[in-house]
């Protein structure tokens, strides 16, 4: 239904006395305020695309014939892209100031020129240095832009180039196939520019509330991406303990900040949390990979481990603790599934117990590990699929099923037992989801489906 017809669906709810007149209002005045916002949010990408093509335009007429010209000529384009962006930046932040779609075009238009006119210059009077000077002093010139204008659509530009300090140096061999590659040694870079961002992510939430706006949201999307996709390049050790404190942290900003807000796309770090238990558990459920977790960092191996890994092993484990202490103290009284969460790290302390034990010893309890880590994400879905019930919650319900139906597929697989035993545990698990068939039916409207609004049809048999 478009918004007239909701509009006139509303009046008429409200002829009939169904919703009050001031219900009516600010029910229009929250579809009006969407209307706006998505009306903007179009004329933001609209410009922010405009400028991708103009700045990719400008660089194509600079660049036609560019050997030919003399070197002074070559010296003057060469700043002429950032004098134009730096025009336009100008009229967006002193003459336009209320504008969010100018403010936005012309901080990408001028972030883009920025480095144009950085490479042109450094190919027209051959200045030494190499790629990695150019990204530094491009990123460099751009964090300004975040808080001389507070753009934020620069953001997913910015943190996605410093992304080049993290991927390794590839060597290529024949057909262009990876040969060979060496660790990124200037990672360092990647953290000096992500908190050189944060503080604007921070300047643009609502702190006293636990609903965000869209700006919020978005910077929200792209930091909760970033560190997650980051964490086995960026951490450099102690990455069991780097995932689980980002893990109950995102919980943690979450559950503080955007807890309030409608959909699950609203919640950012609640949702890359809850998908990367998913991933994560479901990756480590089987033999192979429970092994290769603890053996990854074997803490008896930790005087072989370079300075680098020590110092993030160490750090790891007490922001662990630093961070499991908050967590205890401001979600313990929250849902089964974030008490879930919480108690990720003594669930890996245990499972850690038995690997150890198996290893010096030579008994053998991976089985016990294995099972452990199956139950618990088992019950996890079930977990989601029970909240999504009771809190009618059509995502919750999705996610706890996926989780389930998903584990199920892979352990039916790969399960190494025999038929008959591999049979009796999935006939239990079905009948166990039937039994929770059997509990809820009753608390279901037998009506569920019906599109008749009772109130309504007997007004109109009145009328008739």
């Known amino acids: 239904m478009n918004t007239p017809s909701l509009l006139s669906f509303l009046n008429k709810l409200e002829k009939q006395g169904i919703i009050s007149y001031k219900a009516n209002q600010k029910i229009q005045q929250f579809l009006d305020y969407n209307n706006n916002f998505y009306g903007k949010l179009f004329l933001v990408l609209s410009g922010i695309i405009g400028a991708l093509f103009i700045s990719a335009g400008i660089f194509a007429i600079i660049s036609h014939n560019w050997d030919d010209m003399p070197k002074h000529i070559k010296g003057a384009l ?20 209320h504008s969010v779609v100018w403010t ?3 901080t990408m238009f001028l972030f883009l020129m920025i480095g144009a006119s950085i490479a042109l210059v450094s190919q027209t009077y051959q200045l030494n240095g190499d790629f990695d000077h150019f990204m530094i002093v491009w990123l460099l010139c751009g964090v300004p832009l975040f808080y001389i204008s507070r753009a934020s659509g620069i953001a997913l530009f910015y943190i996605g180039m410093s992304f080049y300090f993290l991927f390794p140096r590839l060597s290529f061999g024949f057909f262009g196939i990876p040969s060979d590659y060496d660790l990124n040694e200037k990672f360092y870079w990647f ?9 604007h992510f921070v300047m643009q939430l609502d702190l006293k509330s636990k609903r965000q706006g869209p ?14 996709i980051s964490l086995p390049l960026a951490f450099k050790g102690g990455w069991m303990f780097w995932a689980l404190s980002i893990l109950i942290g995102f919980m943690l900003i979450g559950q503080r900040l955007y807890s309030d807000n409608l959909t699950i796309f609203g919640k950012p770090f609640q949702f890359v949390a809850y998908w990367a238990i998913f991933y994560s558990f479901l990756s480590i459920s089987n033999k192979y990979g429970l092994k ?7 803490f008896s191996n930790f005087s072989e481990f370079d300075v680098q890994h020590q110092v993030f092993y160490f750090f790891g484990f007490i922001t662990l603790i630093g961070i499991t202490t908050l967590g205890f103290k401001y979600l313990r009284n929250m849902g089964i599934l974030i008490k879930s969460i919480l108690y990720l790290p003594f669930l890996i302390a245990f499972l850690m117990m038995l690997h150890y034990i198996n290893q010096w010893y030579a008994f053998d309890l991976g089985w016990l590990g294995r099972l452990i880590v199956n139950f618990y994400i088992l019950g996890f879905g079930i977990s989601a699929l029970i909240k999504g019930n009771k809190e009618r919650n059509p995502a919750a319900l999705f996610y706890g099923l996926y989780l389930i139906c998903i584990l199920l597929w892979v352990r039916y697989f790969d399960m190494e037992i025999s038929f008959w035993l591999k049979g009796i545990i999935f006939i239990g698990v079905g009948g166990f989801f039937f039994l929770i068939n059997y509990i809820f039916a009753e608390e279901v409207d037998t009506s569920f489906g019906s599109t008749n609004f009772p109130e309504i049809e007997h007004e109109n048999e009145e009328e008739e």
Do not use: D, M
């Open 78 to 97: 060469s700043v002429f892209p950032t004098l134009i962006a730096a025009f336009f930046y100008y009229k967006a932040v002193f003459k336009h100031k």
């Open 104 to 106: 936005e075009a012309s």
């Open 191 to 199: 953290w000096i520019f992500l908190a050189a961002f944060i503080p």
């Open 292 to 298: 290769g977790l603890f053996e990854l960092e074997n």
């Open 215 to 228: 700006r919020a949201i978005y910077l929200g999307w792209i930091l909760a991406l970033t560190l997650y």
